[in-house]
């Protein structure tokens, strides 16, 4: 039984290569628009000030950072079902980008939490979750970086995603077990359902819409490289071996 | 009876042997012959299991395939006895049935002692394996003070502990003297005339009267589509 | 399966200092943290459960990188897989080893070591539980982590990576527990989602362990 799908990157590269600046442009046009109409153009919140207008790029960076993984756990799945060699890659090109995100997530919820706890740093749930999360990324781009059979790497890495994904399940809960625990104290809580009014939640979307864009407009870019790297390794072999 | 039909395998992503098929029935054993790095290992862990095939089918009975090769598993913090001991156990042979009592040698009348021959589904008792790789008087020693040859004699025995009919050996000679050599040889002839097979890759003459397979006409095309690689281009 | 198992054993022994070693491990990081953070007994009392959970995990992590890595150097892991013996149940074995030899001293000794940190008295108890249901989770999870890294060089520091953070939730129920036990406040909650994670880990990791194991042996 032959368990060897062929891979058709020539295909991705081809479909990749006009859309790509569309996706650039339109990230860039959401973002801008998201971001300036958010901070300049809506009202201060009577309650937390102008800080909370971080959420504008808190919110996008915290669903994003959550969506990357998620993505790379879908794009694992199918390498391990489909063998599609670009589903692989694509899962290896999601994770810098998923890293970045939560760092932007971590740094931007320090800000916000800043004004109400005195501190940028609060072992609060949703930001301990994110800690988490960071370090699940960074194993799992040391994996990719250690392996150097790629297609060995490839599986491996989405055996770890994969279980990765169940522990991070579990994490979140015990981060939330572990955080209500005796000590009651604040409600730390930066709840995202919180009622906003539309005039906050417009800017919100379109900003949501910049990040999801640039997301994928990263990703395409990136397993576009990822797959110019094995056509390299492959032309390589081809000479050593001529 | 193992079959092999139209096979291709592959190492670290790279096609190495293509449209392989052969037959070698109970009885038999087949060499293979090639030069170095053809893929002839490749080929053995591929029939053994270790490695998926890109294309074609393997047959033979469930559950009766072993593997053997240089890497012979044996752990220097045990003795002799206890590294074969502890493979007849995973392979579920009890110590006891078909062993010969300690003295009993090839002149004790047929009567007196139990069945010298090679059951396929049952492996020979452990003293009398020891013996007959020539390791009884070894079996207290720690493996880490055994020499390279008491080593592969080691690993060759316990060939003979699992009781397992079809057998995939690659280079089983390496650093055996003659008299090894042809004690394994002999063990291997019981094993074929009890209605074992055996692949054998080796580049010596066994003196075994088994058809040989040359693995040069196999070699893949390197940009046979399907190495992971190649799938890029 | 039992034969893999007594085999693990007689070879961690025989290896010297099987049993001691993640042994001394826990004693010198648990004697090392009043230096660190002070005298203080009211302090070294709080945090005193915590201590000695993290230090039971370095400690089993200490041990892990071997598990199959010298199976593998020498061929026994491939022979293993070419052997009746499902690999799950091999992985389980492996884990079971681990457990015994690293696992189980670390939860008798730790008592001893609580006294040493001044963990409240209603503690003790909690402290022996909770490791004894935590512990095999940190071998059955670990053992996932070293069949990944297992060809790797210098896969010790990549495994803590990987692994550490799968510990997590494991930590944090293991060591709440024993924090409500020396408060005098009900730990059952806790420990019975420890011991869910632990009887979860040893669900799904040999498989996870087997399939990481193939791959690497191809």
């Known amino acids: 039984m032959s368990m060897w799908e062929y891979a058709n990157p020539k295909l991705f590269m081809g479909w990749t290569r006009p859309v790509l600046p569309w996706l650039f442009w339109s990230a860039g046009l959401c973002l801008v628009v998201g971001l300036v109409w958010g901070f300049f153009f809506t009202p201060n919140d009577f309650r937390q000030g102008s800080t909370v207008k971080i959420i504008y790029l808190h919110v996008p960076s915290a669903l994003m950072a959550i969506n990357a993984w998620l993505m790379m756990l879908v794009a694992s799945i199918i390498w391990v079902v489909r063998r599609h060699h670009v589903s692989a890659l694509a899962a290896r090109a999601a994770a810098p980008v998923g890293v970045v995100m939560t760092l932007i997530a971590l740094f931007t919820g320090g800000i916000w939490g800043q004004p109400m706890w005195g501190t940028y740093w609060a072992w609060d749930p949703r930001l301990t979750s994110f800690l988490i999360l960071f370090l699940f990324y960074l194993g799992y781009i040391a994996l990719w970086e250690a392996i150097e059979d790629p297609d060995t790497a490839a599986d491996l890495t989405s055996v770890l995603c994969m279980v990765g994904s169940i522990f991070a399940i579990l994490s979140r809960y015990a981060v939330l077990f572990w955080n209500q625990g005796l000590h009651q104290g604040a409600t730390l809580s930066l709840d995202k359902e919180e009622n906003i009014s539309d005039v906050f939640w417009f800017p919100l979307l379109v900003c949501i819409a910049g990040f999801v864009l640039l997301f994928i407009a990263l990703v395409l870019m990136r397993t576009r490289t990822e797959i110019r790297a094995r056509r390299m390794r492959a032309l390589q072999a081809r000479a050593a071996r001529a | ?233 | 399966m039992i034969a893999l198992l007594l085999r693990d054993l007689r070879l961690a022994v025989r290896a010297g200092g099987g049993f001691g070693l993640g042994l001394a491990f826990f004693l010198i990081v648990v004697v090392l943290v009043p230096f660190g953070v002070g005298p203080e007994t009211e302090l070294l009392s709080r945090i005193a459960p915590g201590i000695l959970w993290v230090a039971s995990l370095l400690a089993a992590l200490l041990s892990l990188d071997r598990i199959f890595a010298l199976d593998y150097e020498d061929g026994s892991l491939a022979l293993l897989a070419t052997s009746p013996l499902p690999l799950e149940g091999a992985a389980l074995m492996k884990a079971l080893a681990h457990w015994i030899t690293t696992g189980l001293p670390l939860t008798i000794a730790a008592p001893a070591l609580g006294f040493l940190l001044s963990l409240a008295p209603d503690a003790y108890l909690y402290l022996l539980i909770s490791l004894l249901i935590g512990t095999p989770a940190l071998s059955v999870i670990g053992t996932f982590g070293a069949a990944l890294t297992v060809g790797l060089r210098r896969g010790g520091l990549l495994l803590s990576l990987l692994i550490l953070p799968l510990y997590v939730p494991t930590l944090i129920f293991g060591a709440e527990a024993v924090r409500r036990g020396a408060d005098g406040l009900d730990p059952t909650g806790a420990l019975i989602l420890l011991g869910g994670i632990t009887a979860g880990a040893f669900a799904l990791m040999p498989f996870a362990t087997a399939a990481t194991l193939r791959i690497n042996l191809r």
């Open chain 2, 1 to 233: 009876m193992l079959k092999v039909e139209n096979l291709t395998c592959a190492r670290g992503g790279m096609p190495v042997l293509s449209d392989v098929g052969f037959t070698v029935e109970a009885g038999q054993a087949l060499v293979l012959r090639g030069p170095n790095g053809i893929g002839k290992t490749t080929l053995l862990r591929t029939l053994a299991g270790l490695q998926p095939a890109i294309e074609g089918e393997v047959d033979y009975p469930e559950d009766q395939g072993a593997y053997a090769s240089h890497a012979d598993g044996v752990k220097s913090a045990l003795t002799v006895a206890e590294n074969l001991q502890f493979w007849a156990d995973v392979y579920g042979q009890s110590d006891v049935a078909a062993d010969v009592p300690p003295g009993g040698t090839a002149g004790q009348p047929p009567t007196a002692a139990p069945d010298r021959g090679f059951t396929p589904t049952r492996g020979r008792g452990l003293h009398s394996v020891l013996e007959a790789f020539d390791l009884d008087e070894l079996r207290n020693r720690m493996g880490g003070t055994l020499s390279a040859g008491q080593r592969r004699r080691l690993g060759l025995a316990r060939l003979a502990m699992i009781g397992r009919k079809v057998l995939f050996l690659d280079e089983p000679t390496v650093s055996l003297d003659r008299a090894s050599v042809s004690l394994f040889v002999d063990w291997l002839k019981a094993h074929l005339a009890a209605g074992g097979i055996a692949v054998i890759a080796t580049h010596i003459d066994l003196g075994l009267d088994a058809p040989e397979l040359d693995l040069t006409p196999f070699k893949a095309a390197p940009d046979l589509g399907g190495g992971a690689d190649e799938a890029f281009l």
